[in-house]
């Protein structure tokens, strides 16, 4: 199993930054897969960013240029750095974890872009 715990969302207006933090029960390297998934009210979850075990990562096309993923191998914790944020980018933001044929959900943290 892996839990995973979310931090760093909050209100923050447009062009502004925050930092997620998912912080992983199990060593990142280990864990087939880390990244950040988003829900708007309304909409289905969709990927944001991810990493594999190896280092290799994915960013959605919408997003790409804007939020920067890294991982802490060491603290065991994916980080998701968020800049220029638009109102488009409200929503709840969760980590997941694919590990031994399951994912695994953290319990999500809102983001909301406003002025």
């Known amino acids: 199993q892996v839990q995973l715990v979310e931090s760093g969302g909050g209100l923050v207006q447009p062009g502004g930054s925050l930092r997620l933090s998912c912080a992983a029960s199990r060593p990142v390297f280990m864990i087939n897969a880390m990244g950040w998934f988003r829900q708007a009210p309304g909409k289905q979850r969709e990927l944001v960013a991810d990493?594999?075990?190896?280092?290799?990562?994915n960013y959605q096309d919408a997003v790409k240029g804007r939020f920067t993923l890294s991982r802490d191998n060491a603290k065991s914790t994916v980080y998701l750095k968020m800049e220029s944020l638009k109102p488009e980018d409200t929503a709840v933001y969760y980590c997941?974890?694919?590990?031994?044929?399951?994912?695994?959900w953290g319990q999500g943290t809102q983001v909301t872009v406003s002025s």
């Open positions: 990493i594999t075990g190896g280092g290799r990562m």
């Open positions: 997941r974890a694919q590990y031994g044929g399951r994912d695994y």
